[in-house]
């Protein structure tokens, strides 16, 4: 009997045993470094990529303690995303060799990588991760609604108008609540930005007005919350694989259910809507809604294209204005001045016939007026330096053994990719001063600056918008509408950063400042701040620290 017991204990161990190390052989069998990934630049340790999971640095830190160091020396590292290894690269060098041969690195982004995944439910085939044939018949039915001259931006200026009195509405609820630190404290912006943004992204892409702003709490807009929180999720993030068993894990089940969701609304709400600001059909939704009656394109591929419309067309500004209100809220000399080249703009002199001296203000400038000032520009340009809402990508594939740049070696179908906030913030490229929030870099006159754009974006200095062959398609409405929305905000509001607020920037994904607060006073039309002198706020909190 005792031997029988033995026995059996003595297979239960060896099975435990065999177990563990079939599962350890696994483990290290799908994260291992394949043999012929390129020897001549570092790897970051596996548990960088997986920081999310138990810390909460932002990707700025992240980057600085571990990225920058390798990556400012080599140019590209080795680096586990999304389940397998990559090539990530911020030397120009490499960048324009990898923005210019589409060919050999093709986009495939996550319907070709991990196409069983919960992202790749959601973006399927469409015009920023396709490649090849669809990628051109995307381009053909979408472009000119993207790149659309916005003539009249009078509509986008009521929607900023809009916001600024929500914006408004909320700090004097605050303040009469009488909440935080006896003088009110600050409005969490995030929320009031996402309203703002998917209203913009509406009137100039889906041909409707989603009342965002007017009407909060929509299931579109929840869904928007829910969607980022969902997709960035750091164990899924990094471990896709697992979006392979849904029933193991229900959360995913869930997540999958909510893509299914937005994607039948937004098809639903684009085939209802009554608003016709552009009864030419010229937006994009337009242009997809008639390739698909002409069979065109497929219901998949429509549904596709009108989802990634609908989450690059307000995501990226959403996040970038978050940027703006944090660096303008905690450098308001550079507020300030930006507000002096505002109200020079809109400041008419009245009464030079009677031989009077006054002024009186023109809050409605057009596009031309809007696209006449240099720092307003140059600002947006440095925003997008240091906060480059698409910081980081790796969404193309080698398509044959090649050499990056003539020096790093890449063996085929393997995945490459950038980051951003590395080439804009590289002393190399930048100068010792890159860190710092200068505007006036960008030069002082809009053609000058123009010209800066151009010449830095060919040499792949500056690539918030991407370069060459796949750069943004809404690059031209994105710099219009923070534009915009600046103009207006300036203008009518004098902010602060809320000093109880600490910057954390996202851990992954997009990125922005997480939870920002301002303190917001009116400034009324006669120049001086309702309250709180614009001085006093500025002189509390000028931040002249590296952003
Ligand atoms: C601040 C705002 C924006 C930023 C920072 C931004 C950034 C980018 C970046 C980095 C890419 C390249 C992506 C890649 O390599 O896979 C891209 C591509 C693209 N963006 Fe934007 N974007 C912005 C706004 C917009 C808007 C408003 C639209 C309008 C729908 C738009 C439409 C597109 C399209 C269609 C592409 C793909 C172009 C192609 O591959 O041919 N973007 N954008």
């Known amino acids: 009997m005792a031997s029988i017991t033995m026995n059996w204990s003595l ?84 960048l324009v060799d990898m923005f210019r041969h589409e060919d050999i690195y093709a986009k495939a982004g996550s319907q070709k990588k991990i196409p069983w995944s919960v992202i790749a439910s959601l973006v399927g085939d469409n015009i920023i991760n396709a490649h090849g044939e669809n990628w051109k018949l995307y381009t053909s039915i979408m472009k000119p609604g993207l790149q659309r001259r916005i003539t009249d931006s009078f509509p986008l200026l009521m929607k900023c108008r809009r916001f600024v009195d929500v914006l408004l509405d909320e700090q004097k609820n605050i303040d009469a609540r009488g909440d935080a630190r006896g003088d009110g404290g600050g ?36 869904l928007q919350s829910i969607i980022k929180k969902t997709l960035f999720k750091p164990l899924f993030f990094n471990f896709p694989d697992l979006d392979r068993y849904p029933t193991l894990f229900p959360q995913r089940k869930r997540a999958f259910q909510i893509m299914q969701e937005f994607g039948d609304l937004l098809v639903e709400t684009v085939s209802n809507r009554t608003m016709t600001t552009d009864a030419d059909g010229s937006q994009v939704v337009d242009g997809l809604e008639k390739a698909l009656k002409e069979g065109i394109i497929t219901t998949e591929q429509y549904r596709a294209n009108l989802k990634v419309t609908f989450l690059t067309a307000h995501e ?83 398509t044959s053994n090649t050499i990056l740049g003539g020096e790093v070696s890449i063996p085929n179908h393997t995945w490459v990719g950038w980051n951003a906030f590395g080439v804009h913030t590289d002393p190399n490229i930048w100068g010792t001063d890159a860190r710092i929030f200068r505007p006036e870099r960008w030069g002082t006159e809009v053609k000058n600056i123009h010209g800066n754009v151009r010449s830095k974006t060919v040499q792949c200095h500056f690539i918030a ?77 000028d931040n002249q620290q590296p952003c």
């Open 316 to 398: 990226n500004a959403q996040q970038l204005l978050n940027s703006a209100i944090w660096v303008l809220g905690t450098n308001t000399k550079i507020q300030e001045k930006l507000r002096s080249e505002i109200q020079s703009l809109i400041s008419i002199p009245t009464g030079t016939a009677a031989g009077g001296t006054g002024t009186a203000s023109n809050p409605n400038p057009t596009t031309d007026q809007i696209n006449s000032l240099p720092y307003l520009y140059a600002v947006i340009l440095e925003l997008l330096r240091l906060y480059p809402p698409v910081s980081q990508l790796i969404n193309r594939v080698s």
């Open 187 to 222: 409005v969490l912006v995030n929320p009031i930005i996402q309203r703002w943004a998917l209203s913009c992204m509406g009137i100039n892409f889906m041909n409707v007005d989603l009342e965002c702003l007017e009407k909060p709490n929509q299931r579109l807009e929840q």
């Open 11 to 94: 297979l239960t161990w060896t099975n435990t045993t065999l177990a563990i190390l079939s599962s350890l052989l696994l483990l290290y069998w799908y994260i291992r470094i394949p043999n012929d990934m390129p020897k001549n630049i570092p790897t970051i340790p596996i548990y960088i990529s997986i920081m999310g999971l138990w810390s909460e640095m932002g990707q700025d830190d992240i980057y600085d303690k571990w990225l920058r160091p390798p990556l400012e020396k080599h140019g590209a590292v080795k680096i586990w995303f999304a389940g397998r290894w990559n090539i990530l690269a911020t030397k120009p060098k490499l």
């Open 465 to 541: 918008f991407n370069a060459h062959s796949r750069k943004c398609l809404g690059q031209g409405f994105a710099v219009l509408q923070m534009k915009i929305v600046l103009f207006e905000f300036v203008r009518r509001v004098s902010w602060i950063v809320d000093p109880g607020y600490e910057l954390k920037l996202t851990s992954g994904g997009i990125m922005a400042p997480l939870g920002l607060k301002a303190i917001m006073r009116e400034i009324p039309q006669d120049g001086s701040v309702d309250g709180v002198s614009g001085h006093d706020i500025a002189a509390e909190t």
